[in-house]
């Protein structure tokens, strides 16, 4: 049986994981920013599907800090994170609160969910930062 997991790519072979985080580059000694990226969920398997384990009743997204150290997540002052399922969106969503995809996630690349990621960085000196990882709730892969 496959797996599920978050990528980079609409075909589902960049994987965003624990061993391939996702990379910003941010340039902010003198002021914060932010960068916006596309991320899919999904199985390139279509025998699959995945649901969220009980008690939850919904497969939600949260970015983790591997290095609070540097810095913990701050939804006023930043670091901070957003999920929306489109760009615009990104503007009105909640910070640092996990994002829904749903019920279930069928596998396939045409099932996989797509969905947004902002994340601020108020004042860190510039360079490549791969500590934020996204991740879900316990899951359940099933055969269809």
Partial sequence: ????????????????????????????????????????????DTTIKAVPAPPDTYITVTIIDRDPSAHNLDATNGPWFVIADTQANLSSAPKNQPYSLGTQVLGGVANAKSFWVRI?????????????????????????
């Fill in 1 to 44: 049986m496959g797996s599920f997991g978050f990528f980079a790519d609409a075909n589902l072979t960049q994987p965003l994981d624990r061993t391939y985080p996702i990379q910003l580059t941010f340039n902010v000694a003198g002021g914060g920013e932010y960068k916006d990226i596309q991320v899919y969920f999904g199985s390139p």
């Fill in 120 to 144: 601020y960085e108020p004042e860190q000196n510039p360079a490549l930062y791969t500590d934020f990882v996204l991740t879900t709730n316990n899951i359940l892969v099933q055969d269809i």
